[in-house]
């Protein structure tokens, strides 16, 4: 992959060209690079100034590595690193200046980037440390190999193949798609560049954990990009692990222990919570989600629509499709590229094989009606690869008795949940609140409801088949009984509203949410009330629920 700038390449490689333009021009221009913390520049040093005497009589508390990469990152990361010095935690910053992870960009303004970020966080010594990746030096990094059995390439193997696995992910992540051609010269270089720089990563990840031991290391997302190797290596040293997302609501955070929170392991909250009954105010909860859902409205503190036209009614739906009497089983698609989607596949190699061989076993069966939902998520990221292509694809000729919903059609998907006999899911929660309606769900993917009883699991593309024949063949004897329905009910209370834990301030919102919750807020009585648990989480405190 070509360098932006060549001449910059050159001048990147010369000593302290970089340093001295910095001084003499850069530093006190406005930035034009998209890489931009001049906000953070600017409001650091009075939250720091609010920091320091909740910082001051704090206990002492646990040694923590905070990564970040990517500006907007860095941002939230050097608030949240404040808090949780404030609350007695010897935090390390550790940051990666990239602005973009699927380009290249010259030595010489990745060198500026990093006097940037230098410049933006180094008031925040000695509340947190920062360091940058940039600046480490790969030298001493030798001399811990010989802790290492079967290095390759510097690294050890079960890095190596990590670094693979997550390249590959990044590449289908950026390009959203599944399928990577790697006889194609872009998807090549693109891959290449991925594996250079989570190489380069897991070095310097390794070489300060090893010389460093911090007790728990905080990363965001966990599953691609140098996010996904730094989580990687602290899991192979047996470091405790923390990563963290965002839904859609403002003020909650998804967080996951020694996972990353993209795979959605749910075991601990099933162990911990599905046990207990669901009250009339908790069901009535999940209803009304539901309902804004249904009526194509946002709900809580969200501004998300989940549909884009409310419900019509089950009748109507049924007439606009043009369906009879046959059984209708829905096929509900998921984003391609989706990170939630990544690394869940079981007996398909991918959504898009698994929805291929679906749809072609379908065509033969004429007996049944199959209605596939395009995620209606496609109108957010068009230069994603359409599940609609993906059918049309392996079916151009499309059979009267298979239809397509896509993604801006005025159909909504919940009236399709209640005219279908039988769902079919990867790892859409769709699946889960076909689920909740009583209807036979055969879950394809690794999704986080699956395995808990209320769907039907193949392994195999042999079971699949089989489960898809056996279910076909008696479709009312599959419908789910009381319990299975009571269990989903159970099961979404708790993802929905037990999952997801509170927190200020969102990734994307980050600078409007702080004007709510400044620091001398979050810090009071009232904002610990709130959101001391979700620290105390963030640093590998066990879960609790009050």
């Given amino acids: 992959m070509p360098k932006s700038n060549p001449l910059r390449e050159i001048l990147g490689d010369l000593p302290l060209t970089a340093e001295i333009d910095w001084m003499l021009r850069s530093k006190n221009r406005p930035r034009k690079d998209h890489y931009n913390l001049t906000r953070l520049l600017k409001s650091l040093p009075a939250a720091v100034e609010v920091v320091k005497p909740f910082a001051e009589k704090a206990p002492r508390g646990k040694k923590v590595l905070f990564f970040a990469t990517l500006h907007y990152w860095i941002e939230q990361s050097a608030y949240l690193g404040l808090v949780l010095a404030g609350m007695g935690h010897d935090?390390?910053?550790?940051?990666?200046?990239?602005?973009?992870w699927h380009k290249e960009k010259d030595k010489f303004t990745q060198r500026q980037r990093v006097l940037h970020t230098h410049d933006?966080?180094?008031?925040?010594?000695?509340?947190?440390?920062?360091v940058s990746m940039w600046d480490m030096q790969s030298s001493s990094f030798t001399a811990h190999n010989t802790l290492h059995a079967h290095a390759k390439n510097g690294l050890p193997e079960k890095i190596q193949a990590d670094i693979e696995e997550i390249s590959l992910w990044d590449v289908q992540y950026t390009l959203m798609r599944e399928v990577v051609d790697m006889n194609d010269a872009g998807d090549r270089a693109l891959y290449d560049l991925r594996v250079e720089r989570n190489t380069f990563a897991a070095k310097a990840a390794l070489e300060w954990m090893l010389a460093n031991k911090p007790d728990v290391v905080l990363i965001p997302n966990g599953l691609i990009l140098e996010m996904g190797i730094v989580f990687r290596v602290a899991r192979y040293l047996g470091i405790d692990a923390v990563t963290y997302e965002f839904n859609d609501q403002r003020e909650q955070i998804w967080l996951a222990q020694n996972s990353s929170i993209m795979q959605q392991?749910?075991?601990?909250?099933?162990?911990?919570?599905?046990?207990?009954?669901?009250?009339?105010?908790?069901?009535?909860?999940?209803?009304?989600?539901?309902?804004a859902r249904r009526g194509a409205r946002v709900w809580g503190k969200s501004k998300r629509l989940w549909q884009y036209v409310s419900s019509q009614g089950a009748a109507e739906t049924h007439k606009m499709l043009?369906?009879?009497?046959?059984?209708?089983?829905?096929?509900?698609?998921?984003?391609?590229?989706?990170s939630l989607t990544l690394g869940r596949d079981i007996f398909a190699a991918s959504m898009t094989e698994w929805i291929t061989k679906t749809v072609q076993y379908f065509a033969k069966r004429t007996d049944v009606q199959l209605v596939i939902r395009v995620h209606?998520?496609?109108?957010?990221?068009?230069?994603?690869?359409?599940?609609?292509?993906?059918?049309?694809?392996?079916?151009?000729?499309?059979?009267?008795?298979?239809?397509?919903?896509?993604?801006?059609?005025?159909?909504?998907?919940?009236?399709?949940?209640?005219?279908?006999?039988?769902?079919?899911?990867?790892?859409?929660?769709?699946?889960?609140?076909?689920?909740?309606?009583?209807?036979?769900?055969?879950?394809?993917?690794?999704?986080?409801?699956?395995?808990?009883?209320?769907?039907?699991?193949?392994?195999?593309?042999?079971e699949y088949y089989a489960?898809?024949?056996?279910?076909?063949?008696?479709?009312?004897?599959?419908?789910?009984?009381?319990?299975?329905?009571?269990?989903?009910?159970?099961?979404?209370?708790?993802?929905?509203?037990?999952?997801?834990?509170?927190?200020?301030?969102?990734?994307?919102?980050?600078?409007?949410?702080l004007e709510v919750w400044p620091l001398e807020k979050v810090l009071s009585n009232e904002g610990m009330a709130q959101f001391k648990d979700t620290f105390g989480f963030l640093v590998g405190e066990p879960f609790t629920w009050k």
């Fill in 265 to 291: 392991e749910t075991d601990y909250l099933v162990d911990a919570r599905c046990g207990l009954p669901v009250t009339d105010e908790m069901f009535e909860r999940v209803a009304d989600l539901e309902n």
């Fill in 376 to 462: 209606p998520g496609e109108k957010l990221v068009p230069q994603a690869k359409s599940m609609g292509t993906v059918v049309k694809e392996a079916l151009p000729e499309l059979p009267n008795h298979i239809h397509v919903i896509g993604a801006l059609d005025k159909i909504n998907t919940y009236d399709l949940i209640e005219i279908a006999d039988v769902g079919l899911a990867y790892t859409t929660t769709v699946g889960l609140e076909t689920a909740m309606n009583g209807r036979p769900v055969i879950s394809c993917g690794q999704t986080h409801y699956r395995g808990r009883g209320i769907t039907i699991d193949p392994n195999t593309w042999d």
């Fill in 467 to 513: 489960t898809l024949e056996k279910v076909l063949g008696d479709v009312p004897a599959h419908q789910m009984n009381e319990k299975q329905i009571e269990f989903a009910w159970n099961y979404a209370y708790r993802f929905f509203f037990e999952y997801p834990r509170p927190f200020p301030w969102r990734l994307m919102n980050f600078w409007d949410d």
């Fill in 91 to 100: 935090v390390t910053l550790l940051t990666l200046p990239y602005s973009e």
């Fill in 322 to 338: 043009n369906l009879d009497d046959r059984p209708v089983v829905m096929l509900a698609a998921n984003v391609l590229g989706d």
């Fill in 120 to 130: 933006a966080l180094k008031v925040l010594s000695p509340l947190v440390k920062h």
